[in-house]
């Protein structure tokens, strides 16, 4: 299978000095396509800085970052705009909507970036939202929803490009058990229909039993790199 | 859907987007309307001085205005007036003699201003016709008769029918007298028109002075409207220039009137910017606090692929909003308030005990505005254009925000 998301020695230094803090050491890693990967770690062991990394919304100290097996290092911030646009899609775990839009018109809003027609774009939406399970919730806004119906929204947002990878950063961290099972379900069923590449951070066991595959962080290092286990002690 | 995202955001802290439109409202409100007024009392100003001296556009002989002596008049204006008056834009021409001489009666002697005019176009033009307080304005036929400033007439003890002698040097430079019989009294409020003043039709002023049949020292073009004076400055000029006669517009023939509304018009520049600087500090306060408020929110834009265009547009037409509605406020109060000044006018009487005069001409106590479009366009293009220039700042910050370190 091939990789999606290749990182090679990628290091990722916060501060100047005496100060420096190491969040990323040394990271290699492949994600293949097609993957529902979870990525947990204790706090600050660099789990969202490599998110960050991985989705060009910051950049790596040193190393190199292939996304689609084209290096994104040195892309200029136009480029790297465009590639979240078109080919990843970013689930947050505050949400993060526009809570001036509508449920429809924040989770439309990626493809009105793509410049794609108002009719396509309503008509996909709808059913987004409807496989989502907002049907009939279309023109509410989001301080109108539940914590788990803002998180549908910013997954359907976060697919409706239909992009190669889905990024999400502890996308159950803000919602009850039965919510979090519910989102995971929806999440795991998109991965299985669009073939989509899904990688999320968590630090919910639960969550990590769900995924196909368990990247293991501790004090920026991959310490585990394989199939979910049921216990993190021994991974580690 | 930028719009919308644009629009909804302005309604987001809807009270401080209220206070600012309010703001901008009212300071382009005050704006229109001082600009309006000021405007009105230099439009009606200019007019009445206008057309009690010599018009909007002036001819003289080309060496009177350097050293105005009563020997460098205009031989015969008559084939000329005729040419003018065709001409579009022009309402009529005059003609006047001004002179000095000195007024005698039974009680003493003073020094006066001699205005010489024809008194059936004075009538339809000056706007001395109306301030007669005793007695009656001249006519064509009066011969001798002559009417004077109610001051001069206090002091020389003169009434209607009263008789003065008026001595002056003519043409040549030799003495000459006349008696003349006070048909009317005027009063302007001004102490330079109504202490020295003294009108006479025109053709006994040409017998004091010796001056030839149609002879006069000015010929005055009175302009339908003020705004065609280059024009008809224009046009007039290669005539005048064949009869050896030179052109002026009234503000070389009036320079202390066109100094004041130029130095007056100056400081309400000033007044003015001094406004538009605190209405668009507040359309600047307001833009910044809500670009900080919303950085996360611009991160996440960001991060989910918004080009920095589609953020700078959504920014300015937030900009774009908030000025408009600001205008259209404006607009509307200032514009009414104005139009309905320029209409009906505003009686300033009671605000001042006496006479109002600017640069030796009365002024009117009932003040009108005068409302044009391109001073609305003007402003109007100030505030928006000023607006979206002020937007570049918090928009920098907007599309420069570091989304990591933000969405952290």
């Keep these: ?236 | 859907m930028i719009v919308r995202l644009a629009w909804r955001s302005i309604w987001r802290n809807r009270r401080r987007t209220l206070i600012t439109v309010s703001s901008i409202g009212l300071g382009l409100t005050c704006a229109i309307f001082f600009i309006a007024m000021a405007d009105g009392v230099y439009v009606q100003l200019i007019n009445d001085a206008v057309r009690m001296q010599a018009g909007h556009v002036t001819l003289e002989h080309p060496e009177y205005r350097d050293a105005p002596a009563i020997d460098l008049y205009l031989p015969d204006t008559r084939a000329l007036r005729t040419q003018i008056e065709k001409m579009i834009n022009v309402e009529r021409t005059k003609l006047l003699i001004l002179g000095q001489g000195v007024a005698k009666s039974g009680v003493g002697t003073v020094g006066v201003s001699v205005m010489g005019v024809e008194p059936s176009v004075e009538a339809k033009t000056s706007p001395l016709v109306n301030n007669i307080i005793s007695g009656r304005y001249l006519e064509d036929t009066d011969g001798s008769l002559i009417v004077v400033g109610s001051k001069l007439a206090d002091r020389l003890h003169l009434k209607k029918g009263k008789k003065l002698v008026l001595t002056t040097n003519d043409v040549s430079g030799a003495l000459t007298e006349e008696l003349c019989r006070v048909a009317g009294i005027f009063e302007t409020g001004v102490d330079e028109i109504d202490g020295y003043l003294i009108q006479a039709p025109i053709s006994f002023l040409r017998k004091l002075y010796g001056f030839p049949p149609g002879g006069a020292t000015q010929l005055g073009v009175v302009l339908k409207k003020a705004s065609a004076q280059r024009k008809v400055i224009k046009w007039i000029q290669p005539i005048a220039r064949e009869n050896s006669f030179s052109v002026y517009p009234w503000q070389n023939v009036m320079p202390e009137l066109a100094s004041y509304i130029k130095l007056d018009r100056g400081s309400n520049l000033i007044l003015q910017a001094i406004l538009l600087f605190l209405i668009l500090f507040t359309i600047f306060n307001t833009i910044s606090m809500s670009v900080l408020e919303r950085n996360k929110e611009f991160a996440v834009l960001k991060a989910i692929g918004t080009q920095s265009f589609h953020m700078r547009a959504q920014l300015i037409l937030e900009s774009v909003f908030i000025g408009l509605i600001g205008c259209f406020l404006g607009l509307l109060v200032g514009g009414l308030a104005s139009y309905a000044l320029q209409i009906w006018g505003f009686d300033i009487t009671s605000l001042y005990s006496d006479e109002i005069s600017i640069s030796g001409f009365a002024v009117s106590p009932i003040i009108h505005a005068k409302l044009s479009g391109s001073m609305l366009f003007w402003l109007v293009g100030i505030v928006m254009g000023a607006t979206l220039l002020l937007s570049l700042i918090p928009m920098r910050r907007a599309t420069n925000v570091n989304i990591a370190e933000t969405l952290r």
Excluded: C, W
């Design chain 1, 1 to 236: 299978m091939q990789s999606i998301v290749r990182l090679k020695g990628v290091t990722k230094d916060y501060g100047q000095g005496e100060v420096v803090v190491h969040a990323l050491r040394g990271v290699d890693l492949s994600i293949q396509t097609g993957d529902f990967a979870a990525m947990a770690g204790p706090s600050g062991s660099g789990k969202s800085t490599l998110l960050n990394i991985i989705g060009g919304l910051d950049g790596p100290s040193s190393g190199e970052v292939e996304v689609e097996g084209r290096s994104i290092i040195n892309l200029s911030g136009t480029k790297l705009s465009r590639l979240r646009r078109d080919r990843i899609g970013f689930i947050f775990q505050s949400y993060n909507l526009i809570p001036v839009l509508t449920a429809m018109e924040n989770a439309e809003y990626v493809l009105m970036l793509q410049g794609v027609p108002t009719a396509r774009r309503r008509e996909k939406v709808m059913a987004l939202l409807k496989e989502v399970g907002l049907e009939g919730l279309e023109n509410r806004f989001p301080r109108e929803l539940s914590g788990g119906q803002q998180q549908r929204v910013a997954i359907a947002r976060a697919i409706a490009s239909e992009p190669a990878l889905v990024l999400a950063d502890e996308p159950t961290a803000n919602v009850d058990s039965k919510t979090a099972a519910g989102l995971m379900d929806l999440m795991a069923q998109l991965n299985e229909e669009k073939g989509g590449t899904f990688l999320f951070s968590t630090h919910d066991q639960a969550v990590m039993k769900r995924a196909k595959s368990l990247l293991l962080l501790k004090d920026g290092r991959i310490v585990y790199n394989g199939a979910p286990v049921e216990n993190l002690d021994e991974a580690e």
